[in-house]
């Protein structure tokens, strides 16, 4: 696993490879893994590194220590209020980078899964609600507890209000209170619990399984998935039905059908 985006000697992330799997892990546990701007910015780089990389086929993002990621450095907006502007600029930097980065992840062509090993609050609810999948161990808890401290989690609530329904994610908004993993996903903030002594064997099985796709089909669906979502029943299917057309005339679909037809495994050429 290499180091990427060292700050004062400390790895911000670790990365590896193994099987078309990218493994992205936050490792800054003394700092709960916040969202800081160079934490994001680590974040980003190693994205744009698995969008550029045709060996990587699917991402997943995890974290070091008991706290997953607690959402925004606080001390580093703090720190910014002694500026000219009280600090506004800054504010909205950091606000942009995050809105962006949890963009790159939705427009990312492969599929990203979060593995949650502890607490995810507030940005870092975020994070987890951004992922196409999320994978978390049965003492994960969620929150967006913002409110407590005079803070609404209005960019939290892009993603969760996104991946819950409405009143699910209020409940989370305007409580503050955490959740733990069952209701986590009875919410549909999180894909499947998993017993930490087992998490490792099922999410490399979990992500190997998805990475044994046709790569070009993935990206043709994921792309499909979140534009059409956005879209009018009627107009969603006029781009579904569309996309299916231009799906079928790839060579990937040729191949797959005819390897289901002959009960043999595909060849995907990725195309």
């Known amino acids: 696993m290499s180091n990427q985006g060292e700050t004062n000697d400390q790895p911000l992330l ?17 700092n709960m893994n916040a969202l800081s ?6 974040l980003s780089d190693e994205l744009t590194v698995a969008a550029q990389n045709p060996d990587i086929r699917v991402v997943l ?6 706290v997953f990621c607690a959402g925004h450095d606080l001390k580093e907006l703090t720190t910014a209020r002694a500026e000219p ?5 800054t504010y909205e930097a950091i606000m942009r ?5 949890m963009q790159q992840i939705i427009a990312l062509p492969k599929p990203v899964i979060a593995v949650v090993t502890g607490v995810a609050t507030a940005a870092g609810c975020q994070l987890v609600a951004s992922c196409d999948l999320a994978l978390a161990v049965d003492t994960a808890t969620f929150c967006t507890p913002g409110v407590n401290i005079g803070l609404f989690c209005s960019t939290p609530m ?7 329904a409405p009143k699910q994610a209020m409940e989370m908004l305007l409580t503050g209170e955490a959740i733990d993993a069952s209701t986590a996903k009875d919410f549909g903030l999180i894909n499947r619990i998993i017993p930490r002594d087992y998490l490792e064997q099922i999410v490399q099985k979990y992500a ?13 669906g994921k792309q499909a998935f979140y534009q059409q979502l956005e879209m009018p029943l009627s107009e969603a299917y006029d781009f579904a039905a569309k996309t299916m057309v231009d799906n079928m005339m790839s060579a990937d679909a040729e ?9 043999r495994n595909p060849e995907w050429k990725d195309s």
Do not use: W
């Open 158 to 164: 892009v993603a969760t209000s996104r991946a819950m």
């Open 208 to 220: 190997t399984a998805i990475a044994s796709k046709s790569a070009h089909t993935l990206k043709i």
């Open 61 to 66: 993002i995890g974290a070091e220590g008991k």
């Open 97 to 101: 980078q995050c809105a962006d980065l």
């Open 37 to 42: 701007s160079k934490m994001m910015t680590a």
């Open 255 to 263: 191949e797959g059908i005819n390897a289901f037809l002959q009960k």
């Open 85 to 89: 502007d009280g600090g506004k600029a």
């Open 14 to 30: 670790g990365t590896m490879l193994h099987e078309g799997v990218y493994r992205i892990v936050m490792k800054q546990p003394e």
